[in-house]
């Protein structure tokens, strides 16, 4: 049996003393690091801070991606694979916890990949559709517009030159294919 007093010093403590190794005193803050071990020797004591910039590029890259891809495409594709490469890094670095912003880098990816998949549609609508133009007689219209254009050039005034051009944009308009001439029609 003991009594107060007895083995003071041998392990045992008392009001306001210091604790052994490994303990934290009381009421000092403690630090945990990823995966709530407190940091050792040589280890920084303060967390740090998630590096989200990746995500935030890959989302806003994504955004930009898909709002330019309807009438810059080219533009819109080279921003949908920045969007897809910061996405994934983005993904990586909140998969190894050093970021924690995983939404957002997977909406920036999920968006650039998006608009890849709409600048391939629309590339192939263009092509086909300019293919059919050309089949169905645009292209000697597109000749026979751009030789109109070069002879309203030689005109000896600006209100000739105008009214010249204009008149070939009326001329063009009728040779398209598909089009009827007024009052002809069914």
């Known amino acids: 049996m003991s009594t107060p007093g007895d083995g003071y010093g041998q392990g045992q403590q008392g009001y306001g003393q210091q604790g052994g190794y490994g303990q934290q005193p009381y009421g000092e803050p403690s630090y945990a690091g990823p995966g709530g071990q407190t940091p050792g020797w040589g280890q920084p004591s303060v967390p740090t801070k998630p590096r989200n910039g990746m995500g935030v590029a890959a989302l806003i890259f994504g955004i930009l991606a898909l709002l330019t891809c309807w009438w810059l495409p080219v533009v819109g594709g080279l921003l949908g694979i920045v969007a897809i490469i910061l996405g994934v890094v ?97």
């Open 90 to 186: 983005g993904r990586g670095r909140a998969k190894r916890l050093e970021a924690n912003n995983k939404g957002m880098a997977t909406t920036g990816l999920v968006l650039g990949i998006i608009t890849l998949i709409l600048n391939i549609i629309l590339s192939i609508l263009v092509f086909v559709a300019g293919v059919a133009f050309l089949n169905f007689g645009g292209g000697a219209s597109v000749q026979q517009f751009q030789d109109c254009l070069s002879q309203a050039s030689n005109q000896p005034n600006p209100a000739a030159v105008q009214q010249a051009v204009e008149q070939c944009g009326q001329q063009f308009n009728q040779q398209l294919p598909g089009t009827q001439p007024e009052g002809e029609g069914g």
